[in-house]
């Protein structure tokens, strides 16, 4: 068996994207992400997928080149290769993550985000050519289906007049009636028995109120609250005591660990984040000062799959929760997520996916989320296929843009409709 790899593709996409609001604007009408294959040497093809902006297509180029001739199971020289690969420092330094809202960024961070994305292709490939299933190579399943929570979004009913988009049929939601209609919604159509708000859009006490609504509308039913850490210490905690008999955890009322220990020791609410703590390097001071009780992984994040095992296996050890964290992804990163969730024995909160919101995928079916899991693929590799003629399409719509869609922007975004708008300095509140 030659599992040499002869072949290494990178397709920049553009996929649709409703107006979901969060702190720093509103999400553009496409967002970019990245389709990596990789091919071996005996024709098997692996698929993986990440960010898709200018930044990361810049890593991802000189990234795939030094991969040919390498083994599609060498998972540890990925990191290596990508160490040797130069980062433009002036794209990343002191710039805040707006596509995933998790703080300032790095050429690390840069770096293992376009790693995910290769060594989720590399299992794949590896899993085809052994027969295997992702989460056999990752040591095995511990459950048959991976629990999902509904991510509700305050959301405008369309992208500003004008503004080429494709249309869905969620509707408006801003305020707390629309909140919880769009919350049956998401059960109906999927099943989801837990919630979790992205906040930071409107003064504390409309979104508070908004909580108030889903858990009258839902009771016992697990939710969450996110502000992207629009809010001060002090807010935080009047937020959390308002809440605290309804919510399962508090994510990122606050921005920095600093920040997040302060409210931490006023309130018995846990904390959960993918802002302060999203490399390795940053467990120490958190988990010291008892900062977060919930670690939100990400595998786009941390370097792939068996890093995000690796996080797990830490959070364990310091009895810190873990659970999972979404961007705006397709089919093949559920698909990677799904994996690697089902081996995490430490798994005890529903995963967060922005799935049910993209109305476009690259598969030839579709993931089905029921009673609001996923079922884990025994197949070989993740178990999905790719539809070239899909690829193709968005791709093209990735080449026929002029630029302004290829970098995720939610504040450029925003003044669309709001031409002053500026994005806010946190605290917002």
Known sequence: MNLTITDVRLTPILVADPPLLNTQGVHQPYTPRLIVEVETAEGVVGVGETYGDTKYLDLARPF????????????????????????DSSRVSGQVDVGG???????????????????????DALGKALGLPVHALLGGKVRDAVDYSAYLF????????????????????????????????????????????????F?????IAAVRALAEAFPGQPLR???????????????????????????DPALGTAAMAEVSAGTDVPLATNMCVTTFAEIKEAFARDAVQVVLS?????????????????????????????NTHLGISLAAMTH??????????????????????????????????????????????????KVALLHRRWLDDDGSLRERDDG??????????????VPRW
Not at 64 to 85: H, K, P, S
Request: with cysteine; charged share 20%; proline share 5%.
């Open 101 to 123: 809202l998790r703080g300032v960024q790095t050429a690390d961070k840069l770096r293992l985000s376009v790693v995910s994305g290769f060594e989720v292709a590399c299992l």
């Open 203 to 207: 003064p504390p006490d409309e979104e």
């Open 298 to 326: 990400d595998h786009h994040y941390w370097g792939g799959l068996r890093n995000t095992q690796q996080l797990a296996a830490i959070c364990r050890t310091f009895g810190v929760g873990v659970s999972m964290h979404s």
């Open 412 to 425: 450029a975004a925003m003044r669309v409709a709001e031409p002053g708008w500026v994005t806010p300095a």
């Open 340 to 389: 690697v969730a089902s081996t995490v024995p430490n798994l005890h909160h529903a995963c967060d996916s922005h799935y049910p919101w993209q109305s476009e995928d690259v598969l030839t079916e579709r993931l089905v989320f029921e009673g609001g899991a996923v079922r884990v693929s025994d197949a070989p590799g993740l178990g999905v296929e790719v539809d070239r003629e």
């Open 64 to 87: 795939a080149a030094e991969l040919i001739g390498r083994q599609v199971g060498d998972l540890n020289g990925l990191f290596t290769v990508a160490d040797q690969v130069a980062v």
């Open 225 to 251: 609250l996110d502000p992207n850490g629009a809010w001060s210490v002090a807010t935080s905690l009047r937020v959390a005591e308002e809440l605290g008999d309804v919510l399962e955890y508090l994510e």
């Open 154 to 201: 305050y959301k405008w009913a369309a992208h500003p007049e004008g503004v080429v988009c494709e249309k869905d049929d969620w509707g408006a939601a801003v305020d707390p009636a629309g909140v919880v209609a769009q919350a049956r919604l998401f059960t109906e159509r999927y099943g989801f028995t837990s919630f979790k708000l992205k906040g930071g859009v």
